[in-house]
């Protein structure tokens, strides 16, 4: 269970995972050393299952969303598009489609290519991508 501060801790990392831990007390008005062992406990209870980075590049980005048959493990074909090259993040999700697949590959083609492939399955009813236009990260 978390509370308030691990709560104000992971908004700090969520913005910049690299932001120092003496950098986030002084913002929170707490020690460095809770800082370290709030993070240590987060990271060891599986709240914080890893720390990434996010670029800025020139690759080809969308949004694959797919609707899968009514009697499919959901699951199965969300775990499959994970291991695909190029593939950064899959959601089971609500509401039309049941599966969104962030992509970010080189190109057009590259993407075409996963999207051939997700429709390969016997379960999948359609499709439907959205190109990335434009990129905003927060602040700290």
Do not use: W
């Not at 003496?22 to 720390?51: C, N, P, Q, W, Y």
Request: charge should be negative; charged fraction near 35%; proline fraction near 1%.
């Amino acid at each position: 269970m978390i509370d308030n501060l691990d709560k104000r801790i992971l908004e700090i990392m969520k913005k910049d995972s690299r932001c120092p831990y003496v950098e986030i007390a002084e913002k929170l008005g707490v020690s460095e050393g809770t800082v370290r062992s709030r993070v240590h406990k987060m990271t060891e209870d599986g709240i914080i299952r890893g720390f990434t980075i996010k670029t800025s590049s020139k690759n080809v980005k969308a949004l694959v969303e797919v609707r899968i048959d009514v009697n499919t493990d959901t699951e199965e074909i969300a775990r499959k598009l994970s291991e695909y090259d190029g593939v950064t993040e899959v959601f089971e999700v609500t509401g039309d489609q049941d599966i969104i697949a962030i992509v970010d590959v080189e190109s057009s083609q590259s993407l075409n290519e996963i999207i051939e492939r997700v429709r390969r399955y016997d379960n999948v009813l359609s499709t439907r991508t959205r190109l990335i236009l434009k990129e905003h990260f927060g602040e700290n």
